[in-house]
């Protein structure tokens, strides 16, 4: 299998192999990204005949192969947060363009971050030069007026933000939070596998594996959100991205997300994405509802406590820098 001969195909999964990760591929048929998640569109891929009879894995030197041949779309802008705060309609408000490539919590992407982690070997600048082909691969463009490429990553990739800007240090980010009772209680619903103790390495939230285990479900959740908002503040600090609370949703697309990603829409086009914002996102068959007065009368005491103690500091710091960038 040659570069060439991939063109249509687009990398669904990193397989850990100890001489260096292999990827598989996958044939989106003319699919587009539309889907909330990464995931939700290759799971509907992989379920054409061709897909299941036609599979290819390669080495991942046929991605720097396609890189240097064929390059993607270069990323227009990153999206990071902090775990269910509205990121998603973001995400989808930008996929409802049809010029816009949008990849949404891609696996694959995940797995290249997490790379030294299944070998030490993999050093940063090899997963930066990974990251580099990936994010060139999963940037070729699906259909014919695609200029634009958009990335939402997993709340949990906030704490590798200093290597994707090191990968990238030209692409302009945002960072979404939410209400830190608001987000667990969401989590303790139904929780994300990284906010499960043990999913990551204890040690990001500085602590052992033990003390992890012991904590609560709320704890555990609590410091793994206050750690993801310090991460993101330390670099909004050095490197400048654009801080977005859940309640300027859905306008600040339209005015500061829009100003900041360079993007300039007619009024056609965000009639299509305010569309959108009708609708669940995660679930497009429901009217979209707030929830916020709920989830405030569910959290428990004990989401109440941990919220305060962890995530109230942080959610109080981004509340000051957002202001303050608005202002400047």
Not at 48 to 55: A, D, E, S, T
Not at 232 to 241: D, N, R
Request: hydrophobic residues 40%.
């Amino acid at each position: 299998m040659t570069a060439s001969q991939l063109a249509g195909w687009t990398p669904i999964w990193i397989v850990p192999q100890p001489a260096g990760p292999q990827v598989d591929w996958c044939h989106l048929n003319g699919l587009r990204f539309t889907h909330p998640f990464f995931n939700d569109t290759i799971d509907h891929a992989v379920r054409h005949p061709f897909n299941l009879l036609f599979r290819q894995r390669t080495s991942i030197d046929l991605l720097g192969e396609m890189h240097a041949t064929r390059p993607g779309l270069h990323p227009t802008g990153f999206i990071f947060h902090m775990s269910r705060c509205g990121s998603t309609l973001i995400s989808q408000m930008l996929a409802a363009l049809p010029q816009n490539l949008v990849v949404s919590e891609a696996g694959p992407i995940d797995a290249i971050l997490r790379a030294n982690l299944w070998n030490p070997k993999f050093d940063e600048n090899q997963r930066i030069l990974w990251l580099q082909w990936l994010v060139s691969a999963l940037g070729q463009p699906q259909q014919a007026g695609q200029k634009h490429c958009f990335i939402k990553f997993d709340s949990w990739n906030t704490l590798d933000l200093p290597l994707i800007h090191k990968a990238f240090p030209g692409v302009p980010w945002i960072f979404v939070y939410r209400e830190p009772v608001e987000v667990i209680v969401s989590n303790m619903k139904q929780i994300a596998g990284k906010m499960l103790p043990g999913a990551v390495p204890p040690s990001w939230l500085g602590c052992d594996l033990i003390t992890a285990l012991q904590m609560s479900r709320e704890e555990y959740c609590a410091r793994a959100l206050a750690k993801y908002c310090h991460s993101a503040l330390a670099h909004h600090q050095q490197h400048p991205g654009l801080l977005i609370n859940y309640n300027q949703l859905p306008d600040v697309v339209f005015s500061s997300i829009g100003d900041f990603f360079k993007q300039d829409w007619s009024a056609s086009e965000i009639e299509l994405m305010r569309q959108v914002t009708r609708f669940n996102v995660k679930n497009p068959s429901q009217p979209f509802a707030t929830d916020t007065e709920a989830k405030t009368r569910e959290a428990s005491d004990l989401i109440r406590q941990q919220a305060d103690q962890w995530g109230r500091p942080l959610h109080n710091q981004l509340e000051v820098a957002r202001r303050g960038q608005f202002h400047s």
